[in-house]
């Protein structure tokens, strides 16, 4: 026999002349409201609540029902799934039943176009099996020593007492990490108007969050011209880039060079539009996201400094004078331990949507076609039921088995199932070398008086940024 939802509908749904809404209760959770009729209704819980403050929301959402919660925001029916099996149903065991959430993507053609992160069926699983080469373990080992040598540089400009915002330095050092594992390209005539074409669209995207409608690009709103004007000077730069490997007969093991020597079942090589589709999607996926995990690990250990000054001692041990190198992330055990939990406080794609391209029955619950599905890392990384004292920073909680022992989806930070995030290795390798190359050099403090506020979009930002004191390391 088919469940039903128990949960409270946030926003009005009529059933048969009636609805029900909800309201925030003395300690913030959520209560229902007595069901009354559609005329009149006070809706206190809807789309702009989750515009005002959607972490918040989707929190105090799952608090009230921790499993499963029915929103309806605006015209689109919607659960949020909180239950680690019932989020295995949707990412792994019945994936073949969803797609990616159309509303959101397909309000970032003009950028993505049928990249890996929009494909969908048989185009992306084409995709995916051309891009694999580049993520593979000698291509990884290969980006290593670039990622060291360029946050060694940028520390090297650092000074003892220096005051920082550290996100912004870390923006500019993972953009030349990306544009050197992704392109083989040097970016240093280019970063000015790079950062800059990436903040117009960045900005843009967090905007389309938090529309409760799309609006086409040739709309020409301030911010739709500066996200086309954006995306067309990365394209431009893409192009040429392209053109340059091509010219050159590049054969290194950058991401662009690898597709280009790609082939696909039929034996034939991406076009030129399909690589720039290819390139755009995984700058977007490793270039923000590689300094926001690094720039919230800084916000935590600069608070648990003795945690920091470990990680230092565990590079010192390991490398003494030399650079870090690949071969030594597998003894970097308190990095790694502390690149998790980093993570699972502040995981960069802090929530994962789905739809059901048809009906679909999860657990007890009947899904019906259309049905968008959300799933939040940010709130089953802080659930009771999976982890004590959830809201502390506490690497040493992954030391032995503890993460065998997790049910499979109480820790996703780059999703799961087929569609798991294809750079998930990179992403670990990068943060991990990242975190222990400053750490080594610099033992750096949180200034807690400039406070941070996680701005959710695409990605989890720290609004405002993270201002921090280097004390330089004897």
Same mark, same amino acid.
């Given at each position: 026999?088919?469940?039903? /939802? ?110 890996? /992160?929009?494909?969908?069926? !048989? ?79 960045? &900005? ?6 938090? =529309? ?30 392209? #053109? ?14 690898? %597709? ?67 071969? &030594? ?31 679909? !029955? ?40 503890? =993460? ?11 999703? +799961? +199932?087929? =569609? ?9 390798? #990068? ?11 610099? &033992? ?15 990605? %989890? =930002? ?13």
């Amino acid at each position: 026999m088919r469940g039903t /939802f128990k949960t409270p509908i946030f926003g009005r749904l009529a059933f048969g002349g009636i609805a029900m809404t909800t309201q925030e209760t003395a300690d913030g959770g959520v209560a229902p409201i007595v069901p009354t009729g559609p005329k009149g209704l006070p809706v206190l819980g809807h789309l702009l609540d989750l515009r005002k403050d959607a972490i918040g929301f989707f929190e105090r959402s799952a608090r009230a029902y921790p499993d499963v919660t029915r929103l309806q925001l605006g015209a689109w029916p919607t659960l949020l799934i909180n239950n680690s099996d019932l989020i295995e149903q949707v990412m792994v065991k019945q994936h073949e039943k969803f797609i990616k959430n159309r509303f959101f993507w397909r309000q970032l053609e003009a950028l993505l176009g049928t990249g890996l /992160f929009t494909a969908e069926g !048989q185009a992306w699983q084409r995709q995916r099996k051309l891009a694999a080469p580049a993520f593979a373990t000698l291509p990884l080992q290969s980006y290593a020593p670039d990622m060291v040598a360029m946050a060694e540089r940028m520390v090297g400009c650092w000074e003892d007492g220096q005051e920082l915002e550290l996100h912004a330095a870390m923006m500019e050092l993972a953009l030349r990490i990306a544009a050197k594992s992704l392109l083989n390209a040097e970016i240093d005539d280019y970063l000015d108007d790079f950062e800059q074409a990436g903040t117009w669209i960045i &900005d843009e995207i967090a905007a389309r969050v938090a =529309r409760p409608v799309r609006i086409p690009d040739w709309v020409p709103l301030p911010g739709h011209i500066r996200y086309r004007r954006g995306v067309s000077y990365i394209e431009r730069l893409v192009y040429d880039v392209i #053109e340059d490997h091509r010219r050159s007969g590049s054969n290194s093991n950058d991401f662009l060079s690898l %597709l280009m020597a790609g082939r696909d079942d039929e034996g034939k090589p991406l076009s030129d539009k399909q690589l720039r589709d290819e390139v755009h999607n995984m700058l977007l996926a490793g270039y923000e996201t590689s300094a926001i995990s690094v720039s919230w690990g800084f916000h935590l250990l600069g608070q648990y400094r003795d945690i920091q000054t470990a990680i230092a001692e565990e590079v010192k041990a390991i490398a003494i004078d030399r650079p870090l190198t690949h071969e &030594d992330i597998p003894n970097l055990t308190r990095a790694e331990h502390a690149v998790i939990e980093i993570m699972r406080l502040y995981p960069p794609a802090w929530s994962i949507g789905r739809e059901a391209k048809e009906d679909a !029955q999860i657990g007890p619950y009947h899904v019906p076609k259309g049905t968008t599905v959300f799933m939040s890392p940010w709130v089953t990384h802080r659930d009771p039921r999976y982890f004590e004292d959830p809201t502390t920073f506490r690497p040493e909680r992954w030391a032995g088995d503890f =993460r065998r022992r997790l049910p499979r989806f109480a820790y996703y930070p780059f999703g +799961g +199932g087929p =569609r798991i995030c294809i750079g998930n290795r990179f992403a670990m390798m #990068e943060a991990m070398l990242l975190i222990a190359t400053i750490a080594r050099h610099f &033992d750096v403090e949180r200034m807690m008086e400039r406070p941070v506020t996680p701005s959710p979009s695409i990605t %989890l =930002r720290p609004g405002g940024g993270v201002w921090v004191r280097l004390h330089k390391r004897k």
